[in-house]
């Protein structure tokens, strides 16, 4: 499934239901660089609170077969989907949820050995110190830099 299938077709160059700038956020590649087989099944959760761009991510990575927690579109969100799921493999996180940052959330998701992803527009030299470790992707992103960031 292309990005433009999961988040609805083009109507004269743009998205029918205004989506256009989900072109500029994202981009889907539509291949894989991983081993199928290592990745199927792995759950993700995505925090981002522009809903737009985290039901499309969510859509792409479900069709390539991830199953997916959330999208939360706020920090006490993604807190309440982290501690009703039995198991995360990985987050894909925007820094700042609805003016509240995401490093309390990047702290619950490190206790539990979650490889996380910021997935933003923020550039790299704003994450805050003791966070700097975490992989930042400036939107937009690809469905395989996320995983490469993610996994390796």
């Not at 956020?25 to 522009?50: P, V």
């Not at 997916?68 to 925007?94: C, T, W």
Request: charged share 20%; glycine share 12%; with cysteine.
């Amino acid at each position: 499934m292309s990005l433009d299938e999961a988040i609805g077709s083009k109507v004269g160059g743009k998205f029918n239901r205004g989506l256009d700038s989900i072109q500029i956020w994202m981009r889907f590649r539509g291949r894989r660089t991983m081993n199928e087989s290592t990745l199927a099944g792995r759950r993700f959760l995505i925090a981002d609170d522009n809903s737009t761009i985290a039901n499309a991510m969510a859509r792409v990575l479900n069709a390539q077969g991830f199953e997916i927690v959330g999208p939360a579109g706020n920090a006490n969100g993604a807190m309440a989907l982290i501690a009703e799921s039995e198991r995360i493999d990985g987050a894909i996180l925007d820094i700042n949820l609805r003016g509240k940052m995401a490093y309390p959330v990047v702290d619950v998701l490190r206790a539990k050995g979650v490889p996380i992803v910021f997935m933003t527009g923020y550039d790299e030299s704003s994450v805050q110190q003791g966070y700097s470790d975490v992989p930042c992707l400036r939107k937009p992103v690809t469905v395989e830099g996320l995983l490469q960031a993610l996994f390796g």
